[in-house]
């Protein structure tokens, strides 16, 4: 039999990536663009905090959060945590180069 072709998987949601490396932004926010996404980058912990309050607040929540776990000024497990401690309970999902 002729094999067949799997349709792409299509995203449909809003993702937040945290991640600090420019050139990982890049390829990520593109994989994910390209299966249909809207993605918001940020560069540390910090900013993701205040993006995911902000957007939940405004009634806009992000479906999932990339949390790279190793970033400047605060990483991904002191950033999941204090969103935890502010009762979000959307999707975290870790990323790591290692």
Known sequence: PEPVAKPAAVLNGRILLAEDVPA???????????QGAEVEIVENGRQAIEKALRARQDGKPFDLILMDIQMPEMDGYTATG??????YDGRIVALTAH
């Open 82 to 87: 204090a969103l935890r401690e502010f009762d």
């Open 24 to 34: 990982n932004q890049k390829l990520i926010s593109f994989l994910l663009q390209k």
